[in-house]
């Protein structure tokens, strides 16, 4: 079946430094891919999509890029801020099961 | 424009005892969606409706019933609740199947 796989955390960075956050998946077929981000106490809010190969979804100055051949699409921010401090999900929706798969989370935590 | 709500936000149940969970939504979204999150699981669908009347099941409905009397109304219940049940809850809703997901706040459950 599909998966989803992100890097553990939590990331703890400074303000202003770089942010990667890794995402790998395996699903049959051509998924679509997403980033959800979810603050404290609220639920998740879509941060971006790609739906097809070589796709960039960019939102708030993060970015990922639909990699195919190497089944990947990680989260990218040139410079963090403390208010991006959340929990980022990597999902993929394919069409064959009809349905959201989500990655385990991974926490990010920004000190000024 | 309240988006997706759910109710109640918190709630400690006994096993053994059922309870509903509801789920509203405001955006004439035919689709919606119940899931459940653990710690380091990422969201786990329970059950989704493509349309006022109608149900699936998810990846891990066992334990879950709902309901779609309503278009705007997706209820989740409980009959008999286990500690395994102690979760997050958190309904969504989206305009079209593999469009993105507007999500609720949560429901936090506890079964002791």
């Known amino acids: 079946g599909d998966s989803v796989t992100q890097m553990e955390g939590p990331v703890t960075l400074s303000e202003e430094a770089f942010l990667t956050i890794n995402c790998t998946y395996t699903a049959t077929g051509y998924p679509s891919l997403f980033w959800y981000v979810q603050y404290p106490g609220e639920g998740l809010q879509l941060l971006l999509k790609a739906t097809k190969a070589d796709d960039k979804g960019s939102n708030k100055g993060f970015e990922a890029t639909y990699r195919k051949e190497t089944t990947s699409f990680h989260l990218e921010k040139g410079s963090v801020q403390v208010s991006d401090s959340a929990v980022y999900f990597c999902?993929?929706?394919?069409?064959?099961?009809?349905?959201?798969?989500f990655g385990g989370g991974t926490r990010l935590m920004v000190k000024p | 424009n309240a988006g997706v709500t759910q109710t109640p936000k918190f709630r400690v149940l006994k096993t053994g005892q059922s309870m509903t969970l509801l789920c509203a939504q405001d955006m004439n979204h035919e689709y919606m969606y119940w899931y459940r999150q653990d710690p380091g699981m990422g969201l786990r669908l329970i059950h989704y409706?493509?349309?006022?009347?109608?149900?699936a099941k998810g990846e891990v409905p066992d334990g879950y019933n709902v309901s779609r009397l309503k278009k705007q109304n997706f209820l989740l219940g409980l009959e008999s609740a286990a500690p395994s049940q102690t979760s997050v809850y958190f309904c969504?809703?989206?305009?079209?199947?593999?469009?993105?997901?507007?999500f609720g706040s949560g429901t936090r459950l506890t079964v002791v």
């Open positions: 999902a993929l929706w394919n069409n064959a099961g009809n349905m959201l798969t």
């Open positions: 969504a809703s989206s305009k079209a199947f593999q469009a993105s997901h507007t």
């Open positions: 409706s493509v349309g006022e009347g109608t149900t």
